[in-house]
């Protein structure tokens, strides 16, 4: 009877075993399933807040590009009726010569990129400066928003990222702009990281790993 006893325990103490380790699994995937649908749903709200985002700063632009749309063809129409105006050959030919006029709407486009970005991003300056090396940081002067190379990572942080776009904009050559993006991410706390970081500037800003 002991020995029947102790056959019977043992077979309940293998089932209790094999038990114990199909529940210890069963929990290990159980945790693994709910830290996948932890970072799942930090990816869906993320992907949800870019979205907001980009909706936003598209229905901001748009408005501003219609406007700016606006002033520019009152602007040329008005450029049109000054040269009709023109009497002398030599007068005219001066003035469509000049550079004058394309150099100032340039500096009132940017002038006018300048606003509507601070408007949306109005931390932008010292969030990136605050990914550079404290020696290296960037400071516009009081009568500008954002100097030449900060509009580059601007247009960058709106999503354009191609060189040959951000040339194009701004009228600079494609080395010119190579050249800013070498120089910054040199100047970058983190090199490698710096374009990734620069792109959650402006959201996520509790978030322990933007700096």
Same mark, same amino acid.
């Given at each position: 009877m002991l020995s029947k006893y102790l056959?019977?325990?043992?077979?309940?103490? %293998? %089932? +209790?075993?094999?038990a114990i380790v199909y529940?210890? *699994?069963?929990? *290990?995937l159980i945790k693994a399933s709910r830290q996948k649908l932890t970072a799942l749903n930090?990816? +869906?709200?993320a992907a949800n807040q870019s979205l907001v985002?980009?909706?936003?700063?598209?229905?901001?632009?748009?408005?501003? %590009?219609?406007?700016?749309?606006? =002033?520019?063809?009152?602007?040329l129409d008005e450029y049109r009726? =000054?040269?009709?105006?023109?009497?002398k050959v030599e007068e005219l030919y001066q003035k469509l010569k000049s550079t004058e006029f394309l150099q100032k709407e340039l500096k009132s486009l940017y002038d006018h %990129?300048?606003?509507?970005?601070?408007g949306l991003y109005p931390d932008f300056v010292h969030e990136i400066n605050e990914l550079l090396l404290p020696e290296e940081r960037i400071t516009p002067k009081h009568n500008e928003l954002l100097t030449p190379e900060l509009r580059v990572y601007a247009l960058i942080r709106l999503g354009i990222t191609?060189?040959?776009q951000i040339a194009d904009f701004l009228r600079y050559s494609m080395s010119t702009i190579y050249n800013y993006r070498t120089k910054m991410r040199n100047k970058a706390i983190v090199r490698d990281q710096f374009e990734e970081k620069l792109m959650r500037i402006g959201k996520l800003k509790n978030d322990p790993d933007l700096y």
């Open positions: 056959i019977a325990i043992c077979i309940l103490v %293998f %089932f +209790l075993a094999v529940v210890y *699994k069963q929990s *290990k930090k990816e +869906l709200q985002e980009a909706d936003h700063v598209k229905e901001e632009y748009i408005g501003h %590009f219609f406007n700016l749309c606006s =002033s520019y063809i009152d602007k009726r =000054s040269l009709n105006r023109t009497q %990129f300048d606003k509507v970005f601070i191609d060189n040959a």
